[in-house]
Nanobody, 116 residues
Framework: QVQLVESGGGLVQAGGSLRLSCAAS????????VGWYRQAPGKERDFVAA????????YYADSVKGRFTISRDNARNTVYLQMNSLKLEDTAVYYC?????????WGQGTQVTVSS
């Protein structure tokens, strides 16, 4: 079973940037499209962005399009999320998993808090 470890979250002012990383154990990482999801307090987990197995195609939720960039390094079994122009409503715990549906156990996530 693949284990996921998200990192890179933190407290940032509105308009700032963060880069999230998600490292996956196991040798099957490159066989799957992967994505980032987020869950705000009291809300369901939502899709944020996804990237194809080879990295040549990306998909974004409308709320983050133009501000977030997803990328991956299959040699490192890692997927990244560059987040720019952060808004208060981006505050959430961010998770990675396969896309478009989660196949692996969820990791602990990484908290992103955007302050005014």
């Amino acid at each position: 079973q693949v284990q996921l470890v998200e990192s890179g979250g933190g407290l940032v002012q509105a308009g700032g940037s963060l880069r999230l990383s998600c490292a996956a154990s196991g040798r099957t990482f490159s066989n799957y499209a992967v994505g980032w999801y987020r869950q705000a307090p009291g809300k369901e987990r939502d899709f944020v962005a996804a990237i194809s197995r080879s990295g040549d195609r990306t998909y974004y939720a409308d709320s983050v399009k133009g501000r977030f960039t997803i990328s991956r390094d299959n040699a490192r079994n890692t997927v990244y999320l560059q987040m720019n122009s952060l808004k208060l409503e981006d505050t959430a715990v961010y998770y990675c998993n396969t896309a478009p549906r989660s196949r692996w156990d969820w990791g602990q996530g990484t908290q992103v808090t955007v302050s005014s």
